[in-house]
């Protein structure tokens, strides 16, 4: 298992109870539901946006998450690794091409999914790794939390913690071979 997450921010992803982690601080209460639609909002708010690539061109193309409606996928729309969303166009790809599935699970307000989207995932390295070995899938895990539940199990009973971003290599047939949380590049 791969950890890179210290051990204070571990803790925090955790025992998270409204899926939003400042550091050490979990947000609770009233007020602070307040601030977690504000980031929400500011999270939906950015996501029509193209990044521009590193020569600056904003026309960056779009791959499969464009017409997925999850914020959180939305956000990886255009990612250079050919990212599939949960579901059985990305089980029959890893099955007929016989590679591993290479799943990535975290949710639109986690920093360290945003953190590992900018090192690792907007990466065209990174990317040419992935498109060529595995079948990448994307998931939400506030839109799939039947999903989330499942895989972070499995991290847990492998590792003795978890937190997101979630990663997990599997075969074809969705059985957990691997996992790690955030790492850099």
Known sequence: MIN?????????????????????????????RKRLVRVRTMASSSI??????????????????ASEKSPYL???????????????????????ENKPIFLSVGYSTCHWCHVMERESFENDEVAKLLNDNFVAIKLDREERPDVDSVYMTYIQATSGQGGWPMS???TPDLVGRNDAVYGSP
């Open 48 to 65: 029509e946006t193209p990044k521009p690539d590193a020569e600056g061109n904003p026309d960056k193309k779009k791959n499969r998450l």
């Open 168 to 170: 997990v290599f599997m």
């Open 74 to 96: 939305l956000q990886h729309q255009y990612n250079p690794v050919d990212w599939y969303p949960w579901g059985e166009e990305a089980f029959k790809k890893a099955k007929d």
């Open 4 to 32: 890179f997450i210290p051990s204070t921010v571990r803790a925090c992803l955790r025992s998270t109870s409204v899926s939003v982690c400042i550091r050490s601080k979990t947000l609770r209460a009233r007020s602070d």
